[in-house]
């Protein structure tokens, strides 16, 4: 079963190679903040566009429900896109995540509604509401997220900073130069 784990000792947490930029809690500026970070991504990993859509989201999560839109608090981001995966680490001046477990039996009941077809029950489990959700608030980005960084999700001991991690197929510079261009719909080099 994923989930999201606490883990302050996580590998996910090491800042060794990584770029660093930190933003004013700006929730206008979250897209322009994105493409910042993901223009430095080797083109084959931003997936149509996912890449940029999964880090927005927790840039717009430390803005908002960190930072709480304060623009004098700032969002510190450590980041790391190459051919093998991409890495980002988001820490905010906030209280923090303080309702993990509670996120976590919520999409373990929703994944078990979603397996066994109970399509009645899984209504309840659409959007995950907090006492400090707001009107606008989706409720539904860190489910995606989840599956979507399949290297983790961890946060602090505080949790106010997240740590992800995403793999790609293409593993190493020979895999690479192998590469055919004219094979672009495959991950693998044509035999
Ligand atoms: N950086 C953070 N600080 C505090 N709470 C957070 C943070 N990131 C996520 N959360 C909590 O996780 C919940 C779910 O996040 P998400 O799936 O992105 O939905 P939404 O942001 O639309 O509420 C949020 O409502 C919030 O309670
Ligand atoms: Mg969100």
Known sequence: MMEIIIDESSPLFSKEDMQYKEFSSDFTKIRYYTLVLVSSAPSRIKESNLLEQQVSELIKNGISHGNKNDPRKILKIWYSFTNKNARLIVEDEGEGFKEIKAWNDFNRKRVECIR???????????????????????????????????????????????AVKKTFAVTNDENLSEFKPWDINSDHPAK
């Not at 959007?127 to 602090?156: M, T």
Request: hydrophobic fraction near 35%.
């Open 116 to 162: 066994s077809g109970n399509i009645n029950e899984l209504a309840n489990f659409i959007s995950f509401r907090s006492q400090n959700s707001k009107e606008k608030d989706g409720g539904n980005a860190l489910f995606a997220a989840l599956e979507y960084w399949d290297g983790g999700i961890v946060f602090n001991k505080t949790c106010n900073t997240v």
